[in-house]
């Protein structure tokens, strides 16, 4: 801290001129006026001053206003704070700070920097979202510093608290010193050069537990720090802000919507089980061109995408982006690792799918439509390899779930039943290219009772590839159905035996290609298939459910809960 004077004057004793200051600049929005108001205070203000004590926020008061002294007293450009919180301890998260306290004369000095437009600040918080009780919290300290204020707010970038440097950062770093000329506004360099420079780091919520080094020492350790940084940012950072202005107000209320609910979901390193589905609008091209755009978009498409948000929250679904006519939604296990969860998650996907087609039904009846083709396409896989990622660059960041199941039950909507009818046919190739010389040996023995095990094999396969190509065929027509993985299917037949609808064709299933159930007077029939989705790899057995309008209109499909 340099040589202080015990006759120095104490930070404490210009308490009442920087409360006044701070009452005076939330009263004004004029830039000029702002700076008017700083340089006064802080261009008059004394610069043989001492920290009240050696706990932390004296220390790092003293700092916070030594830079401003620099910048207001003397002229220094390029003035800057780095602020990076691991840990908000609980005496900062609190909305407002006791009068004449370190805590108080440390919020006014930070918003000092706010408010300043030559004293430029960073501020990196980690959220810790493995703790739910916390989350709440630290969004109202953000939001009572970076958004509902009236000051152009600091450089913010937002993290979820399960980064790759969450081992490496402590409890809360503060680096003070200058900043490098950049055209890059989103990332504020440090200069590395610059020797007047401190850097504080906490290590618990005791105010005696912190490091502090200066100058080269100061610089060298936050040089490794920053580095690491700058790769979080690329890589990781959920939300970054830059500096408000009055024109994009509703920008700021949109992007804080949007980080509360990535928030909420989560960001994961870890995979995952649970539900991915995509569902998109089923010939729709034909219905916009009959119908014309303003039928299709103010009557069929923003109904039901206002609505799939219902119920995707009714089924504690996320949804992850609308693609087009396409819906992509996301459910999770909880964490809890009971394995009922796998079963509450799997309903809550397939409720919520029939949900959706249930409101588009609704929205064709009610508006004389229900003669149309539009329908609804759902593909829908269960597994654990999902990935709750924060994907893209600085510019364009998408918060979204990846891995082998996403990907799975994207192309299970995609696929088209011709398609699938000639995956079918090189599945039973074998059989296919056998099957006339079986049928002419046949004929000639007119009894299979004499047929090996592997002769009679063929015979059924056969048979049930032409009954696969049949069902295939009837599923073409079909306006609403849902396609899923086998995996997400045995889980949901096991329930339903449970509750007690037992497969009613359980000995002619695999001859005809497909398992049928009566759930509560409907007949749910699970065409199975087969589908080699990266056309190079095994082939994957996958079922299909087509949702009659009877059973839409009619169904209490929470019955089966």
């Not at 729709?284 to 929250?313: H, M, V």
């Not at 969860?341 to 799997?346: E, V």
């Not at 696929?415 to 049928?439: C, T, V």
Request: hydrophobic share 35%; with cysteine.
């Amino acid at each position: 801290m340099g040589n202080i004077d015990k006759n120095d004057l104490k930070l404490s004793d210009q308490r009442e001129s920087r409360h006044g200051l701070m009452n005076r600049l939330a009263e004004i929005s004029d830039h000029n006026e702002v700076e008017k108001l700083l340089k006064e205070m802080y261009g008059n203000a004394p610069e043989d001053t001492a920290p009240d004590s050696d706990n932390y926020y004296d220390v790092l008061n003293f700092h916070l206003y030594r830079n401003i002294i620099k910048r207001y007293k003397h002229g220094l450009e390029g003035v800057c704070l780095w602020r990076f919180f691991k840990v908000l301890s609980e005496d900062q998260l609190g909305d407002t700070y006791e009068e004449g306290t370190s805590l108080e004369m440390m919020d006014h000095l930070v918003r000092t920097y706010f408010y300043s437009g030559p004293l430029d600040d960073l501020t990196c918080i980690f959220i810790p979202i493995n703790d739910s009780s916390k989350i709440q919290q630290y969004l109202n300290w953000i939001k009572s510093y970076f958004y509902d204020v009236n000051y152009p707010t600091s450089l913010l970038w937002l993290y979820a608290l399960d980064s790759s440097v969450e081992d490496f950062i402590p409890h809360e770093i503060v680096y003070v010193g200058k900043r490098i000329e950049s055209s890059d506004e989103s990332i504020m360099i440090p200069d590395f050069s610059h020797t007047d420079t401190v850097l504080l780091k906490r290590f618990s919520s005791d105010e005696r537990h912190y490091l502090a080094l200066y100058g080269d020492d100061a610089n060298y350790e936050f040089q490794q720090i920053f580095t690491n940084l700058q790769m979080e940012y690329r890589d990781r950072c959920l939300s970054h802000s830059g500096k408000k202005i009055d024109t994009v107000d509703k920008q700021y209320g949109e992007e804080w919507e949007k980080f509360e609910e990535v928030l909420e979901f989560g960001v994961s390193d870890q995979f995952e089980n649970g539900c991915i589905s995509f569902s998109d609008l089923r010939n729709s091209t034909n219905f916009l061109n009959k119908y014309g755009k303003n039928t299709f978009r103010n009557d069929i498409q923003q109904p039901f995408f206002e609505s799939t948000k219902l119920i995707s929250k009714l089924y504690n679904g996320r949804i992850d982006k609308f693609m087009g006519d396409n819906v992509m939604c996301v459910f999770l296990n909880s964490s809890d690792g009971e394995q009922k969860n796998d079963i509450d998650t799997i309903l809550n996907n397939f409720f919520s799918i029939f949900g959706l087609c249930k409101v588009l039904l609704t929205l064709l009846s009610d508006r004389g439509l229900i003669d149309t083709e539009l329908g609804l396409r759902s593909g829908v896989s269960y597994g654990q390899e999902i990935l709750r990622s924060n994907l893209g660059n600085e510019i364009v960041r998408d918060f979204t779930v990846t891995g082998e199941t996403v990907n799975f039950a994207a192309r299970l909507e995609h696929f088209s039943f011709h398609e699938l009818i000639l995956h079918n046919q090189n599945y039973f190739h074998d059989a296919i290219q056998r099957f006339p010389e079986i049928s002419e040996l046949a004929s000639v023995i007119k009894s299979l009772k004499n047929f090996n095990p592997e002769t009679k094999s063929i015979i059924q396969n056969y048979t049930l590839y032409q009954n696969i190509v049949s069902n295939l065929e009837k599923l073409n027509a079909v306006r609403f159905d849902v396609r899923c993985n086998d995996g997400f299917y045995i889980k949901l037949k096991e329930h339903l035996q449970t509750k007690g609808y037992g497969v009613l064709n359980a000995e002619t299933a695999r001859l005809y290609g497909y398992e049928e159930f009566d759930i509560e007077g409907h007949h749910f029939r699970f065409y199975f298939s087969y589908f080699n989705p990266k056309g190079f790899e095994e082939y994957e057995k996958i079922w299909i459910l087509p949702f009659s309008l009877n059973m839409l209109r009619n169904l209490d499909i929470e019955k089966l809960r």
